[in-house]
């Protein structure tokens, strides 16, 4: 049984006034039936993962460079990442691919980079509104599939998140026909390449818009195992509902 998982992507949000909302969640789901994930600014880890003590609410970084040391100035390796406190790291977001240009094996490289330090990553993919209407929506999604994934991956180190680009922070959700479509081809492609065993237990969220008031609907969708959530994350008023209907899912 796949556990489910609510993580909230802050990006660049945040200033240390921020950590109450963590203490907020902590006290509205004391005993949460669900994996909980925030990733916060690089600059409040640290701080978010001692607010987050003693309680399973986990701790995650944005992003990680693919070296452990070097020359970068301004990033952040995964090994930072692991001394700060952090258990997961996302990898791959649309936002990172567009502003950042990184490709699919820049992507793998900092999903190998990762795993090496003990990580969990999200490795995040998605079509453009341009692929969906052109219908290459699989096409797009199996590339991703096979540029950004080590060849050597496991359940416990790796989780998939599919964002439509169209769908972050536009209010425009995919009806649910077409995140199960997109949901059930990811889950094929993983036991096709990883075999049943890995490839059946690898979680995969939905990311997009999600909120309260659509998460019920979302969470019923096959292959559904929770979300990855942006703005609707900031708040614990607004990330707990979410959190409650994939508890009750």
């Known amino acids: 049984m796949r556990r489910k998982l609510a ?44 607010t987050a003590a003693d309680h399973p609410l986990a701790i995650g970084g944005q992003d990680c460079h693919m070296a452990q040391i070097g020359a ?15 258990s997961y790291v996302l990898t791959g977001h649309s936002e ?31 079509e453009t509104l341009k692929e969906r209407e052109a219908a290459n929506t699989l096409d797009i999604i199996a590339g991703q599939l096979a540029g950004s994934l080590p060849d050597v991956l496991t359940a416990e180190n790796t989780v998939i998140a599919y964002e439509p680009v169209w769908a972050i922070g536009t209010g425009k959700v995919p009806t649910t026909n077409q995140i199960g479509e997109v949901h059930d081809y990811i889950r094929t492609k993983l036991e ?44 614990a008023e607004d990330f707990s509902p979410i959190i409650t209907a994939l508890e009750n899912a």
């Not at 970068?72 to 952090?86: E, Q, W």
């Open 72 to 86: 970068h100035t301004g990033d952040i390796s995964a090994a930072m990442l692991k001394d700060a406190g952090a």
């Open 96 to 126: 990172r691919r567009t502003d950042h240009n990184e490709t699919d094996e820049m992507i793998r490289n900092k999903t190998k980079a990762a795993h090496a330090e003990g990580l969990i990553a999200v490795v995040c993919i998605g």
């Open 192 to 235: 096709q390449r990883y075999g049943a065993g890995v490839g059946k237990s690898i979680r995969i969220l939905y990311g997009g818009s999600v909120k309260g008031s659509n998460a019920d609907e979302i969470f019923a969708v096959s292959n559904v195992d929770g979300a990855l959530v942006g703005g609707a994350s900031l708040k």
């Open 7 to 50: 993580a909230g992507n802050w990006k660049m949000n945040g200033t240390s006034d921020a950590l109450a909302q963590l203490t907020a969640l902590r006290n509205a789901h004391p005993t949460p039936g669900v994996d909980i994930l925030i990733c916060p600014p690089a600059t409040l880890i640290s701080a978010a993962v001692v």
